[in-house]
Nanobody
Framework: EVQLVESGGGLVQAGGSLRLSCAAS????????IGWFRQAPGKEREGVSCISTSDGSTYYADSVKGRFTISSDNAKNTVYLQMNSLKPEDTAVYYCAASLWSPQHPDRGYEYDYWGQGTQVTVSS
């Protein structure tokens, strides 16, 4: 059974940092792409970042470039999202998702096959 479990969310002041983790099980980790998405109340889901666990290539949304860093520890079957210089507009539920294929559009949810349950990130001003 494929499972993705996010952790690391919480409450932080603007300008602070958080590191989210996505622990994966039930599939061959280094054959997938892992993406991070977020959804704020009343807003559409946004693709934030993605990493290919096979070649390490990455994608970032413009809204997080230079502030967020995605990385993968294949030995631990875990992908991380280091979030620095957080802003109140980063407040959302963050989800990780796995795609069997290298997504052509890494910011589109339909490219992904499996999803985690989400972790809340709240940035206070």
């Amino acid at each position: 059974e494929v499972q993705l479990v996010e952790s690391g969310g919480g409450l932080v002041q603007a300008g602070g940092s958080l590191r989210l983790s996505c622990a994966a099980s039930g599939f061959t980790f280094d054959d997938y792409a892992i993406g991070w998405f977020r959804q704020a109340p009343g807003k559409e889901r946004e693709g934030v970042s993605c990493i290919s666990t096979s070649d390490g290539s990455t994608y970032y949304a413009d809204s997080v470039k230079g502030r967020f860093t995605i990385s993968s520890d294949n030995a631990k079957n875990t992908v991380y999202l280091q979030m620095n210089s957080l802003k109140p507009e980063d407040t959302a539920v963050y989800y990780c998702a796995a795609s069997l294929w290298s997504p052509q559009h890494p910011d589109r949810g339909y490219e992904y096959d499996y999803w985690g349950q989400g972790t809340q990130v709240t940035v206070s001003s």
